[in-house]
């Protein structure tokens, strides 16, 4: 079965640019996160979607960041314009249910700012 | 903040027992003890779960005290590709949100 899948892998851009991150999640799954992972910080919730609906974005660290999900099996992180201290590795997870059903991952982007 | 207490790094022999520790004094009575793991560069991977009984899976088997106020991971037959960061996480069964903390690194050597 295909798990959650991220694109793309490696991104490095400068500063000021716009930056776009790229999530497909489980087919069926929905419940939808994305997460940061940085040395200083560890790992973040950022947001997170039900059905399409962002529910929760108080992780977001600022206006220059937006998610969207136009649909069950697309999700969009948008950072613009991009900045050094944004450089991390993003995840994005999924989850039937929020319940006791557990998150999926997917291998992350990793994001380098110059 | 995370809710849970973790020994930051842990090593193991190669096929021996891992035996990861957790505290969590101040979990709720809804609150559930969550086991994920990171091997690295790749995302989190999903271990197991338990409430208050004893849990097993084809993975490992979670351990937690009578009074809930710790857990113990057990990782039967550690191999080299156990080596990964190990976090144990607090959370509602319904709503609620997967707050890492640092967790523990394990190193299993041959």
């Known amino acids: 079965d295909a798990g959650v899948i991220q694109s793309p892998r490696h991104e490095v851009t400068e500063m000021g640019q716009e930056v776009t991150l790229r999530c497909k999640p489980i087919s069926g799954h929905d419940y939808l996160f994305w997460y940061r992972q940085t040395m200083m910080r560890g790992l973040e919730l950022l947001i997170y979607f039900n059905n399409n609906v962002p529910i929760d974005d108080s992780g977001m660290p600022e206006d220059r960041f937006s998610a969207k999900m136009p649909n069950a099996s697309f999700s969009t992180l948008k950072i613009q314009p991009s900045e050094p201290r944004d450089s991390a590795v993003y995840f994005c997870?999924?989850?039937f249910g929020q319940g006791l059903k557990p998150q999926h991952f997917g291998d992350g982007t990793r994001l380098s700012i110059l | 903040d995370a809710k849970t207490t973790q020994p930051p790094s842990m090593d193991c022999a190669e096929g021996r027992a891992a035996n990861l520790p957790c505290n969590h004094s101040?979990?709720?009575?809804?609150?559930?003890v969550y086991w994920y793991r990171q091997i690295h560069s790749q995302g989190p991977q999903y271990i197991i779960h338990?409430?208050?009984n004893n849990e097993t899976n084809e993975m490992a088997s979670l351990i937690i005290t009578e009074d809930r106020k710790s857990s113990t991971l057990i990782l039967p037959h550690a191999t080299l590709r156990d080596t990964a960061v190990y976090y144990c996480?607090?959370?509602?069964?319904?709503?609620?949100?997967?707050?890492f903390g640092q967790g523990t690194e394990l190193s299993v050597k041959p």
């Open positions: 101040t979990i709720s009575g809804n609150e559930y």
């Open positions: 338990g409430l208050k």
């Open positions: 996480i607090v959370r509602v069964a319904q709503g609620g949100k997967l707050i």
């Open positions: 997870a999924s989850s």
